[in-house]
Structure formats: C-alpha cells, structure tokens
C-alpha cells in the first residue's frame, strides 16, 4: 500500500475502496484565516479528527485547533478524539536514539487510533502545525507504520499549509532568499555546533534558547517573531549586536508568563 495515491480532495477515483485514510492536514500557525481551501475540504472529508494532547501549558493550542474544525464545518459534529502525546525523554544520552523512540511510541498511538477508532472507508484527520513537511514527525511516522507488518492497513494523504517560515517572512515583509541565493533552514540546537558559512539566509526553528546564546556577537541581521499568527505575536528585528539582549529577555519574560513559547528567526548576513 502506498501513501502516495493521486487520489486527492477533489479527485474522482477513489484507490482503495474501502480502505481507511488518513487525511494530515497543514493548518497553518495559529491564525484560523491561515488556513487552505483544500485544507477546509479535507476537513470536511473527515469522519474522525484525531489530537495528540501536549498538556494542560499547550493547552491553547488544542483548543485552537477545536476552534478551526467549529469554523470551517458546519453540517455535522466532528468527531474528536484525544490522546495524550507521548513525549521525548530528553534525559536519553544519544538524541537521535531518544527522538527515534518517541516516534516509535507515537507510531503506536497512530496505530492505535486507526485499528480502534475508524470503521472501514472511514477518513481520519491529523491536524499539523504549520506545514506538515517541515520539522513534523507525522509523515515519517506513518510511513513506517505503513511498512511495519502487523499495522492495521490504511492510505494517506498531505495537505500542505502555511508554514511558520512564511508567517516570519510576511510579517517582517521580507524575502525568504537573498537574490539567487540558497537559505538554509535549521535547529536552534544545530546552530550550537557552529554557525554555517558561506549560506546569506539561516532559519531557525526549535530553539530552546541556545541557539540565540550562539549568534551572541555576531555581524548578523535578525528578524525573529513569536507566537506567529496569534494575539500574543511579537516580532523584533535589527542587528543581532543591537536587538539580541532584548529579543533574549522578552522571551524570557513571555515564556514565564505563559508557560511556553514559539519562536522562530531569520538570521542574514551582509552580501
Ligand atoms: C515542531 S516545529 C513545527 C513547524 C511547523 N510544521 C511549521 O511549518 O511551522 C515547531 C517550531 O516551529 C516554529 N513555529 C511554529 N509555529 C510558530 C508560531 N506560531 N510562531 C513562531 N514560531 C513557530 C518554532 O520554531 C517551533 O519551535
């Protein structure tokens, strides 16, 4: 069975009749207007929406994501269900080894909910953050799941959304790329291993902080924003040398108030 059917929204020939689908849906970052036609389609092509629960601090994000299947359908309830995330045990000495097996713990939940929460033909819904090709588990995940004998049997579909890379970019009202020039997108944990040369655009995503501790100094443009597409967006840009204390101690300070953060930056050199 594969993933990548030409069956999309809209298309006429179903592929496997019968078969259950997962429709992974990009939602954008936070703002429900950021959000596709063909995502509001897939929408309300589901019969069951499921939610991986991070807790009660990201609470607000399940809610809006609640908030977007309310909106955008309207003849009939969703059904929703949801289950608590499983989560990265950050004490695991090797990273990769502990990201590995927080996927494969979610490739169980993922089974889980296909096995016992859909009937046959049924569509189910993820709903992913932003794009769900960019720094999201969920394709590969079900990927595997499709190859690990013993799933339960289904096909899927991506929807592409509005990442928080194009939120940063239109809210600073800049370019992504210098002019002919490549971008590198990249982890806050990442850029702690040095900062790569010869590159005019990084983007930095994930950034527990030491990623930001790490340009300190630095003869950089920054443009950088934080809870993109919601109430509480803030957005700074400027000399790393000038903004970086500023942008260090308002996330500092948001981080505490809320309880969590989401921060993105664009870091340009002088070309
Ligand atoms: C797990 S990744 C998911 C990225 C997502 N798939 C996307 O396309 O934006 C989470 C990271 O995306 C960035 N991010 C996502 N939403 C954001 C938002 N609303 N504001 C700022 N950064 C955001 C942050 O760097 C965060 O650490």
Redesign the pocket.
């Known amino acids: 069975v594969s993933g990548g059917s030409s069956d999309r929204a809209g298309g006429s020939i179903p592929t496997g009749w019968g078969m259950k689908r997962i429709l992974v849906i990009g939602i954008g ?2 703002d429900p207007e950021q959000i596709t036609l063909e995502a509001i389609n897939a929408l309300n092509r589901a019969d069951v929406v499921f939610v991986l629960d991070k807790g009660d601090r990201k609470a607000e994000l399940t809610r809006l994501r609640r908030d977007i299947g309310d909106r955008y359908v309207k003849d009939r309830a969703l059904r929703w269900v949801e289950v608590p995330s499983p989560v990265r045990d950050a004490s695991t000495p090797s990273y990769k080894e502990g990201v590995h097996a927080w996927h494969a713990a979610k490739a169980q939940v993922f089974a889980t909910l296909i096995r016992d929460e859909m009937k046959d033909g049924e569509c189910g819904a993820i709903l ?5 090709s ?3 588990s969920t394709i590969r995940i079900l990927h595997d799941l499709i190859a690990t004998e013993g799933s339960p049997e289904f096909e899927f579909e991506i929807v592409p959304g509005i ?3 194009q939120v940063l970019t239109a809210r600073h009202k800049i370019a992504l790329n210098a002019i002919g020039e490549p971008v590198l997108i990249t982890t806050g944990r990442k850029l702690t291993e040095g900062i790569p040369g010869g590159i005019s655009t990084i983007v930095v ?3 527990g902080g030491a990623g930001l501790d790490a340009i300190a100094g630095k003869d950089l443009q920054i443009y950088w ?6 109430e509480d967006e803030i957005l700074i840009s400027g000399d790393v040398r000038d903004v970086l204390d500023d942008i260090k101690r308002i996330r500092a300070a948001r981080r505490a108030e809320k309880g969590w953060i ?3 930056y664009l870091l340009r050199r002088a070309t």
Do not use: F, V
Not at 225 to 230: F, I, M, R, T, V
């Open positions: 970052t936070g992913a953050w932003g794009d769900p960019i720094y999201d990442s928080s890379i995503m994930l950034d924003g934080a809870y993109l597409g919601s989401m921060d993105i």
